[in-house]
């Protein structure tokens, strides 16, 4: 059996992530026949010759799935395709700009003056 295990930061809320899944999960059921449900965060999808599940928190996506036999010859093109749309769906976490991480760090670095007793 082959798995597939695909993890997206995001920068979206808890909420709206967990909207992006849905909807990915009901086209999955319109092009799939995927069966889904929720249960604490976490989307558990299955059809045949593939079980997984979408983990959702308020930083990441993480999807893990195990295709079956007759499946395991898909992996490199399900995890392509799969990887590409957690790439749009997802927006990644806004990295700090260099002027900003800078001036922190030049700030935590300043010595600070001596007191005078």
Avoid: C, N
Wanted: no cysteine.
């Amino acid at each position: 059996m082959s798995t597939i295990l695909i993890r997206r930061e995001h920068s979206l809320t808890p909420k709206a992530a967990r909207a992006v899944v849905d909807k990915m999960a009901a086209e999955l059921k319109k092009q799939f026949d995927f069966e889904s449900a929720w249960e604490q965060g976490v989307l558990y999808l299955e059809r045949t010759g593939i079980r997984g599940q979408i983990e959702v928190t308020k930083d990441h996506v993480q999807l893990d799935a195990t295709l079956g036999p007759l499946l395991g010859f898909l992996k490199p093109r399900i995890e392509k395709e799969v990887g590409a749309e957690f790439e749009r769906q997802f927006p990644a976490p806004k990295a700090k700009s260099a002027a900003t991480k800078k001036t922190a760090s030049s700030r935590s670095s300043a010595k600070r003056p001596a007191r005078s007793r």
